[in-house]
């Protein structure tokens, strides 16, 4: 079986985009944390209303709360993952490595290596399809009419995320750069990390994936 897969990198630096290129190629099941808690926001639950505003205000989310969260939705053995957006820091490395990871030693943490200073503009010019999660970017990959889904065909379903905004991106970019170090160095002390160049291209990153998975 394929090794479930960790993706680490900075918001905007190409995470969802890859993992959904992943999905349609290899048939990866793709959790992203941050996917999990905006639809319980969407269906107005309790935990949904609990995590809103921090959400908004791009803070992470308590650790067991989002641990509880993906491991309700996760069913590891049959198919592999690969888990984007958790772990968020070093303490959620080690919980997913205790409560998810234990018994399936097969997986390996790929980091997405960019210079962060080019992600604010990324991350601003991000727009996603509410629908079906396809990424696009006003700028390099333009939705049609800029609200059609070309991948779901929804119509009017792509919009900018309340946390994409200029105002909230540094903060979630101060707080990544505040918790990647010991991530990294956790998977690199267990031979599991490899690094990617995501300054590359879309194509060009995802073939660097590939080779990194097989
Ligand atoms: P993302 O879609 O990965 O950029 O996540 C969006 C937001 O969801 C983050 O800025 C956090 O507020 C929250 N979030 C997602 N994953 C986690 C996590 N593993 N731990 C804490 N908060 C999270």
Redesign the pocket.
């Known amino acids: 079986m394929k090794n479930n897969l960790i993706i680490l990198g900075a918001?905007g630096s190409g995470k969802g985009t890859q993992a959904l290129k992943l999905v349609k190629d290899y048939g990866y099941k793709h959790l992203?944390?941050?996917?999990l808690?905006r639809s319980e926001i969407a269906k107005g639950s309790d935990l949904g209303k609990k995590v809103s505003g921090?959400?908004s205000a791009?803070?992470?989310?308590d650790?067991l709360t989002?641990l509880e969260l993906l491991k309700a939705n996760c069913n590891l053995g049959q198919t592999a993952y690969i888990f984007d957006?958790?772990?968020?820091n070093y303490e959620?490395a080690q919980m997913l490595e205790k409560s998810l990871l234990s018994d399936v030693k097969n997986y390996k943490a790929v980091y997405f290596e960019i210079n962060l200073d080019s992600l604010v503009e990324r991350v601003v010019n991000r727009r996603t399809c509410k629908n079906c999660g396809e990424i696009y970017n006003t700028k390099t990959k333009p939705a049609k009419n800029e609200v059609d889904c070309q991948a779901c065909g929804g119509s009017g379903t792509v919009v900018q995320r309340k946390?994409d905004t200029l105002e909230v991106v540094s903060n979630?970019l101060n707080i990544f750069k505040d918790t990647i170090g010991p991530m990294l160095n956790y998977y690199e002390s267990k031979g599991l990390l490899v690094k990617l160049d995501a300054s590359k291209d879309e194509k060009a990153l995802f073939e660097d994936l590939k080779s990194a998975i097989e």
Do not use: H
Not at 32 to 35: K, L, N, R, V
């Open positions: 918001p992203s944390t941050g996917d808690l921090i959400i791009g803070n992470l989310v650790d989002v957006g958790f772990p968020r959620q946390d979630r």
